[in-house]
Structure formats: C-alpha cells, structure tokens
C-alpha cells in the first residue's frame, strides 16, 4: 500500500514545496513510483514539474468538489521520470468556501485516495498551502504521515503550538496519523540561529525525529525556474545530496511507530 506522507507547515517559506518536490525525485530515482498532490492554490509545485496549468481540464479542485471524479483522471506526467502530479489550480482558492456546503468536507481528500487505485505507487507526497484551513484539514485527515518542513527564522517555532493544536484536533477524524518528525530546510552551517533551532527542536519534542537538513543555497531557488527538480538540474548539488539522504531516510523509516510515538507533547 502506498505510504501517504504529507509536508505540513501553515508558515510559509519553510521550502514545503521545494521538499514534495525533490523528495518525490530521490525517492523515484531509488527506483519508487511516486504520486506528487499539490494542495496549494499558488501552484508553485504544479509550475515546478513543468506542467502548463492553463491547458489543464482537471485539477485537484475539481478532485475535492467532485465526488463522481476519480484520482486517476487528473493524474499528470511530470518532467521528472517516476514522478506523476495531481495539479493544482488557482481555482483552489475557491474551494474552502464552496465546500462550506459540502457533507463531511473535512474528510474530501481522504475519501478521494481510499476509492482510488493507488496500487502502482509506492508514494503519495502531498504538499500543502501556507495555512491552516479546510484544505490543510483535508490534508491532515487523508496523510498517515506528516513531515514538518521547517526553516532557521525566529518565528519558526512559535508556529509549531498552533499547528500541534490542530494536529491533535483532527486526530478524531485521523487516529492513525502519525508525526514523522522535522525536516530541516535552508540550514546554514554555521549559523547560531540554525544550531539554536535544531537545539530547540530535539529538546522540545524528544519524540519527533529530526531528518537530515537540507543545506541553504541559492540553487534550491533556482531550479523551480527550471522547472525540475535539483536532482536534475543540479544532480551533484549538496541540496540534491540531502534530499538523497532524506529520500533514503524516509524509506528506512517505514516500520510503524510504537503507539506512544503518536503523540505529542507540546512544551512550546
Ligand atoms: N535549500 C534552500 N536554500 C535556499 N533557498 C531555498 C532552499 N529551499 C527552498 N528555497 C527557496 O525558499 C523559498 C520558499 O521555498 P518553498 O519550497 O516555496 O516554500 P513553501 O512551499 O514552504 O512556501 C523559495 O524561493 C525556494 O526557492
Ligand atoms: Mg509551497
């Protein structure tokens, strides 16, 4: 069965779309079959993997307002081998009021992946949009695992209260979600903040893991230019060596957690 992990931060900036994106070409270049979802309005993972949204007929839009639609039928191919895209669309932006009128609509996205046939993915990487909204619930009901992409910025850890809140909110809905860990993005190695964060991190959540970081560097910003991920365009990269590394993380990390693993205690 396909493992569904989702990048979760409402900060934005903390490289979430950049991880989805060069997460899901490590893990396809270790030969896995990976889905990419891109639940962000802005698109920006959509537009990175070379996909003209004009020209789009059907987008995850359409997947979470259409019961009658079947995943398979937006299905995209992306410029990256192994790496197929659900689009999104700016019409995304639309959706949470329009599935203000729609039964259950916390559980949309969920109900979507458990009727589809994902059988040929070994992944299912579902980047969200900077907020915590009917979209990010959609996310944090349908994901059995949740990666926190999270950047060396003061206001980095004064989210994580927020976002711990809703996390166990939806746990009702999600009992079996479970909270990966930290993924460090944009780390500069010497710098103070960095060391402090991380420092910060480990003892404030003993429980969660902290993945290997990724290393700040301008070619991370320029490859979505590109269209592609790093492990292309700059295959010999560090960046594109982390994400090897997280690539290879997260696969060694597959065993289910103990159940005390699940929850999280918030001293933040
Ligand atoms: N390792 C990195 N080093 C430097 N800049 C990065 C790195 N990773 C991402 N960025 C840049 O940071 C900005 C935010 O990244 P993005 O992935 O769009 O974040 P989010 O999706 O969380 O909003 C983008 O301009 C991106 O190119
Ligand atoms: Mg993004």
Do not use: C
Request: charged share 20%; net charge negative; glycine share 4%.
């Amino acid at each position: 069965m396909a493992r569904i992990i989702a990048f979760f931060n409402q900060k934005g900036g903390t490289a979430k779309t950049t991880s989805t994106l060069n997460v899901a070409a490590a893990l396809a270049e270790r030969g896995r079959s990976v889905l990419a979802i891109d639940l962000d309005p802005q698109a920006s993972l959509t537009m990175a993997t070379g996909i003209d949204i004009a020209s789009l007929e059907l987008s995850v839009y359409d997947l979470l307002l259409d019961e009658s639609l079947d995943l398979g039928r937006t299905i995209q191919p992306t410029t990256i081998p192994g790496v197929r895209l659900v689009p999104s669309h700016p019409d995304l932006a639309a959706a949470e009021l329009e599935l203000l009128n729609v039964l259950e609509r916390e559980r949309q996205l969920a109900y979507r992946l458990t009727a589809a046939d994902l059988s040929r993915f070994d992944y299912v990487l579902i980047d969200s949009p900077p907020a915590l909204n009917v979209l990010s619930v959609n996310i944090l009901v349908a994901a059995g695992e949740l990666v926190i992409p999270i950047e060396p910025h003061p206001l980095s850890l004064m989210v994580l209260r927020r976002l711990f809140d809703t996390v166990n909110r939806v746990r009702r809905l999600n009992p079996s979600l479970r909270v990966v860990g930290f993924l460090p993005t944009k780390v500069h190695h010497s710098s103070r903040l960095a060391a402090d964060m991380l420092a910060t991190l480990a003892d404030e959540f003993p429980d969660l893991a902290l993945l290997p970081s990724v290393p700040l560097s301008v070619k991370g910003a320029e490859s979505a230019a590109e269209r592609t991920s790093i492990l292309q365009y700059m295959p010999r990269s560090a960046v594109a060596a982390a994400y090897r590394e997280v690539g290879a993380w997260l696969e060694a990390a597959s065993l289910p957690p103990a159940l005390d693993r699940d929850r999280v205690s918030l001293h933040v």
